[in-house]
């Protein structure tokens, strides 16, 4: 079995999540993707209140420190509530310089990633003060005009998190953030390859405009290497039916069943891509990103 893949965002498998209380569920989840193949792994949270994130972060640092995962990405909260995705819309808020600053402070440096939705109030100040700091931004969940998602990437951020997912279509009329990512030779596409995220006529347009930039996840939630059933994500209950996991309550898809051996070879057989091409997305190009 190929190995060595590098996943910067997966929130759980084996039955568990990163927010896990429990340290011994949270080895599960990493244990569940290394016999996947995946050697470097970022824990990524979901959208929760900041309390109850900072001590989730906590729980993580001795994971970090010890080698077993390589960073830890904040989803949320500071997603557009247009564009939430399973996120819990009731929690999601403006980013404050000063909370980011207490979650960093908190993380002792670990945070490697957060995603940010361009449009809100303080953003574009959030993703200078983040980029300042060493940490990676990516842009999402987010409705952003064209305007507001260049002066996100202008100020910093060089990721779309889960391209196609959680943004709008592409507009040939009034341009948005899809058509900003598009037309930017320098940004770094997250990519879902399961099959259902994204559709692979999608998957072949990316390839054809950015081979090189695209960053396979799993984006995997706790049912990834187990099995069909009930879960949660934070406090939002989700159905996984055939492996494709969605909310209870809207149908909306709520990450995925992925693994990154199950991504990379979809790369290679089902696309075509050439092995350097592959191994640059499922092992090598997320590290370099988030210098990890």
């Known amino acids: 079995m190929t190995t060595g893949f590098t996943d910067i965002h ?4 084996g039955g568990y999540s990163f927010s896990d209380p429990n340290p011994e569920n949270i080895q599960k989840v990493i244990d569940t993707h290394r016999a ?12 929760e209140p900041i309390e109850k994130l900072k001590i989730q972060i906590k729980n993580l640092l001795p994971f970090v ?4 995962l390589a960073g830890i990405h904040l989803e949320g909260p500071y997603l557009s509530p247009a564009k939430c995705g399973a996120h819990d819309p009731r929690l999601l808020r403006q980013p404050k ?10 993380a002792q440096g670990k945070i490697s990633m957060v995603t940010i939705a361009p449009e809100l109030p303080g953003a574009i100040e959030a993703i200078r003060f983040l980029t300042e700091q060493k940490v990676t931004v990516a842009i999402g969940h987010s409705d952003a005009t064209y305007d507001q998602a260049r002066s996100a990437i ?23 953030i899809t058509n900003a990512v598009l037309s930017d030779p320098n940004i770094f596409f ?16 990316l390839l054809q405009i950015a081979p090189g930039r695209i960053i396979l996840i799993t984006d995997a939630m706790s049912a990834a290497g187990g099995s069909d059933g009930d879960y ?10 055939a492996g494709v996991a969605t909310l209870r309550s809207n149908g909306s898809l709520a990450g995925s069943t992925l693994t990154m051996d199950n991504a990379y070879n979809r790369l290679l057989v089902e696309h075509g891509v050439d092995e350097e091409t592959a191994i640059g997305a499922a092992k090598d190009l997320g590290r370099k990103v988030l210098r990890i």
């Open 232 to 241: 949660t994500i934070g406090e939002l209950e989700v159905q996984v039916n």
């Open 36 to 47: 996947h193949g995946t050697t470097t792994q970022v824990a990524s949270l979901v959208t």
């Open 10 to 13: 997966c929130h759980g498998g």
């Open 97 to 106: 310089i000063d909370e980011i600053a207490s979650l960093i402070d908190v």
């Open 154 to 176: 202008d100020a910093g951020a060089t990721v779309v998190t889960h391209m196609f997912n959680a943004l709008p279509a592409l507009d040939h009329r009034n341009a948005n």
């Open 190 to 205: 997250e990519l879902i390859l399961d099959g259902v995220h994204v559709n692979r006529s999608a998957v072949q347009i």
């Open 65 to 68: 420190d010890s080698g077993s």
